[in-house]
């Protein structure tokens, strides 16, 4: 085996344990894995009280606005220019 061939080869090796290091670190075999039903049963619950607490102050809200009277409503209208003016 000629020089050029075996480092062909110890490049091809030295990428192939590159990736495998890689992919061997991006799995994160150390950490410890989360319970997820506990964390999303609570997240859920959080999620539930804060809806019922905006639903209440909706409630207030239209009830506050139901018992004050109603503001005139605005109306747009377009004026005539002021002034016309020509150039020639």
């Not at 894995?33 to 909706?58: F, H, I, K, W």
């Not at 605005?74 to 004026?79: M, S």
Request: proline residues 8%.
């Amino acid at each position: 085996m000629t020089d050029h061939v075996r480092r062909l080869y110890l490049a091809a090796g030295s990428l192939l344990a590159f990736f495998l290091a890689w992919a061997g670190i991006a799995a994160h075999p150390w950490s410890t894995p989360t319970t997820p039903n506990a964390s999303r049963a609570q997240a859920v619950a959080l999620y539930q009280q804060r809806l019922q607490r905006d639903a209440a102050l909706v409630q207030q809200l239209s009830a506050l606005t139901a018992s004050t009277p109603s503001a005139p409503q605005v109306k747009v209208v377009t004026l005539p220019p002021l002034t016309t003016t020509r150039t020639s």
